[in-house]
C-alpha cells in the first residue's frame, strides 16, 4: 500500500530549464492538493483538483507553473523557465471524501527542486 | 483571514518531560484545525485534527491538543517526551472558500529537540 507518492524525490536543474514532478494519490482518493515548503517555513498551498477538474490555484502558482490530472487519478506539476527562487519542496497530498468535511489530508514524500 | 501562529521556532526539551507546542490561530468561522509532524526528508504526518466533536483531541504517539476558543489557542502536548518525538511540528486550519473548496494554512512549524 500505499501512501501518496512523488517522483522523482529530488531534482536539481538549471536555470531557465522545465521540470515536471508526478503525484500518485492513494487509490480513489478523490481530491488532490499541491503545496510549496520552502526553507524555515510551513507548506503554501499551491492548486487543488477533485478529480479531473482544478478547482483553486493560489496567487503563488504564475504563468510558469501549471498542473493537471487528466484522468482524476495522477497528476503533474510543470515549471516552466525555473528560476532559483522556485527552489523548494513540492507536497503532494490527497483526501478521500469531498462530502465530508475536513477529511485528511494525506501527504506524500515531496520533490525537493534545487534550481541552479 | 485565517492565519496559524507558531509560538517558538525551535523548543527543546529532556527525555520524559512534558512537550508544549504552541499554536494560536485567527478565523471568522469555527475552525478546522490540524497538527502535523515532519520528520527530516519527508513528508507530513497526521498526528491529530479538531474538528469541533470534543475539545481534547487525542491523537497519536501519546499526543493530545486542547481547543480553546476564548484563548484562540490548539497547544499540542505530551506527558513525557521521547528520543523519537525530535522532528518538526506543524499546526495548520483548514480554511474554506466561499465555493466549498478546501486548503490547509500552516504554521511556519516549531522544531523540537529532545535532550537525552
Known amino acids: 500500500d500505499t501512501g501518496v507518492s512523488q517522483d522523482p524525490r529530488h531534482k536539481i536543474t538549471k536555470r531557465g530549464q522545465n521540470v515536471t514532478f508526478r503525484c500518485d494519490p492513494i487509490s480513489e482518493h478523490n481530491r488532490l492538493y499541491w503545496y510549496r515548503q520552502t526553507l524555515g517555513q510551513g507548506p503554501e498551498f499551491l492548486t487543488y483538483?477533485?478529480?479531473?477538474?482544478?478547482?483553486?490555484k493560489s496567487r503563488l502558482l504564475s504563468d510558469r507553473f501549471s498542473a493537471e490530472r487528466p484522468k482524476g487519478s495522477f497528476s503533474t506539476l510543470e515549471i516552466q523557465r525555473t528560476e532559483q527562487g522556485d527552489s523548494a519542496m513540492y507536497l503532494c497530498?490527497?483526501?478521500?471524501?469531498?462530502?465530508?468535511?475536513?477529511?485528511?489530508?494525506?501527504f506524500g514524500p515531496g520533490t525537493r527542486l534545487t534550481v541552479l | 483571514a485565517q492565519s496559524v501562529t507558531q509560538l517558538g521556532s525551535h523548543v527543546s526539551v529532556s527525555e520524559g518531560a512534558l512537550v508544549l507546542l504552541r499554536c494560536n490561530y485567527s478565523s471568522s468561522v469555527p475552525p478546522y484545525l490540524f497538527w502535523y509532524v515532519q520528520y527530516p526528508n519527508q513528508g507530513l504526518q497526521l498526528l491529530l485534527k479538531?474538528?469541533?466533536?470534543?475539545?481534547l483531541v487525542k491523537g497519536i504517539n501519546g499526543f493530545e491538543a486542547e481547543f480553546k476558543k476564548s484563548e484562540t489557542s490548539f497547544h499540542l502536548t505530551k506527558p513525557s517526551a521521547h528520543m523519537s518525538d525530535a522532528a518538526e511540528y506543524f499546526c495548520a486550519l483548514l480554511a474554506i472558500s466561499n465555493f466549498g473548496n478546501e486548503k490547509l494554512t500552516f504554521g511556519t512549524g516549531t522544531r523540537l529537540t529532545i535532550i537525552p
Open positions: 497530498a490527497s483526501s478521500l471524501d469531498p462530502d465530508r468535511r475536513a477529511d485528511t489530508q494525506y
Open positions: 479538531y474538528t469541533s466533536a470534543a475539545t
Open positions: 483538483f477533485q478529480n479531473e477538474a482544478q478547482l483553486e
